[in-house]
């Protein structure tokens, strides 16, 4: 028998996505509001591009009051699902609209390649589609950089703040899209005051990013740049040659400083800008596995080329480990060297370090070093269960259990994660890619890294790919940044059930 819904279930579902599209519109005001900076770095360089930036904004604007104007009477809380169709929406949506400045701006890029270089920014990623940088207008990369900044803390928290404001809470939203332990933080009593809260160290520590580059040597638009680049851990930069282009120890050391700042989790940083303390540093165990970690794999790459030759004395051979090391295990993406020249072991040890290494709650990519770490444990507890079959053994993580039904939701993302690499790798071999090209593509951009190996190198980009190879790619993206759940959940039947 088939169960017919009725009209009062159809009217309250389309009274709920009234309401989802309405808090769309919300959003999509902020991000249109948010063009207004590079028009202003627009006019004041004169580089040419400020209409650009003026039809954008006209169109970004008026789509997102038109969504709000015509569904604000529908506004009410978000439930769950709400919240994942919203998440979805937003980081789908916004780029389309992030296209607008560049297609007015770059001759000859089609829209696949533009929502590419969209997604990618507002994802974190930093893979590119596009070359001689360094030609044009200085503010559509500082738009390029500018949208890694956004998405780094999440263009969703900062709508936290607005929402309830206009009748729609943001508690639900929140936690479907901030990674791991944040979902259950309330770092203070209102929601709103957390996302303000977050909001202000990351504005805080960026200050002190581009002032750091200021003082280092680079030119003010370049501090700003990299600044967004570097605290979204996104890669872009204004020169094909990202920082080789600067050839600068005292900026490569500024960058690895931030970049390890920024793979931190942010709540870790907030507890302790509030407390005035590093007390909180001191707690989080995921913090200080991410550091020896990253800094441990760093000093071992040095060893093995200067042991390879590679570079004539160790101090050379340290300057460019450490940094391409923490910037692909960080999942940033910047290069000072072609480190695709490195022995292949080296290049596959860093990507499979963007695999876990950052911090849950920071602005990196891949599945976390929280979920490693409880995977590693879970491990050795099935070792010990099968010595010791009566023996009762506990995960734990930072001091506390970690529950059975957490540790089964890790595995579960695992295999996702894993079947999600290799379905994609098959799908890029099947067209027409190398191996070596499609796994590193497909790993970079689901771990938003940025550059992988073979012709999606450092010294490459993702400019020689198909539009199906390209699409592949912006996929893997989006199910990077909101990991994987958020994406593909909307893509089940059961979702749309009652």
Known sequence: M???????????????????????????????????????????????????????????????????????????ELEVRDAFLLVVLVWTVLPAFATLPLLRMIDGLSFTDAYFEAVSGITTTGSTVLTRLETLPVSINV??????????????????????????????????????????????????????????????????????????????????????????????????????????????????????????????????????????????????????????????????????????????????????????????GFASTDYALWPMITGLWMIFLSSFCTSAGSTGGGIKMVRAAILYQQVYR???????????TQVKFGGAVVPNNVVFAVLAFLFVYIAIIVTLTLAMVASGLDVLTAFTAVVASVNNMGPGLGEVGPAGNYQGLSDFQTWVCTFAMLLGRLELFTLLIVFTPVFWRK
């Not at 902020?30 to 063009?35: E, V, Y």
């Not at 030119?219 to 605290?231: N, V, W």
């Not at 099935?382 to 023996?391: G, K, V």
């Open 382 to 392: 099935e070792f010990i269960r099968i010595l010791h079959p009566s023996a009762y």
């Open 2 to 76: 088939t169960r017919l819904r009725s009209p009062d279930f159809a009217a309250s579902g389309l009274r709920r996505n009234l309401s989802v599209i309405s808090a769309l519109g919300v959003v999509t005001l902020i991000f249109g509001a948010t063009m207004a900076f590079p028009l202003l770095v627009s006019g004041w360089t004169g580089d040419g591009a400020t209409h650009a930036y003026g039809v954008a904004m006209l169109a970004t604007c008026g789509c997102g009051a038109v969504a709000w104007l015509a569904t604000s009477r529908y506004k009410r």
């Open 143 to 332: 738009w390029r950089t500018q949208l890694v900044w956004m998405g780094g803390m999440g263009l969703i928290v900062l709508a936290v703040a607005v929402l309830p404001l206009l009748g729609v809470g943001g508690r639900q939203l929140f936690k479907a899209e901030t990674p791991g332990p944040m979902k259950d933080t309330r770092l203070t009593p209102r929601l709103a005051e957390t996302a303000k809260g977050l909001w202000l160290v990351y504005g805080l520590v960026s200050a002190a990013c581009m002032l750091a580059y200021w003082l280092a040597g680079m030119q003010p638009l370049d501090a700003m740049m990299h600044m967004f680049s570097t605290m979204g851990l996104g890669g872009f930069s204004s020169y094909d040659a990202s920082f080789g282009a600067f050839d600068s120890v005292a900026i490569e050391v500024v960058s690895t400083v931030f970049m390890l700042a920024a793979g931190i989790n942010f709540a870790t940083h907030f507890g302790a800008f509030r407390a005035r303390s590093t007390q909180p540093y001191r707690r989080d165990q995921e913090a200080r596995l991410f550091l020896l970690v990253t800094l441990g794999s760093a000093l071992a790459i040095a060893l093995y080329l200067w042991h390879k030759q590679v570079y004539p004395d160790f101090a050379t051979a340290l300057r460019y480990a450490t940094f391409n090391t923490v910037s692909i295990a960080t999942t940033t």
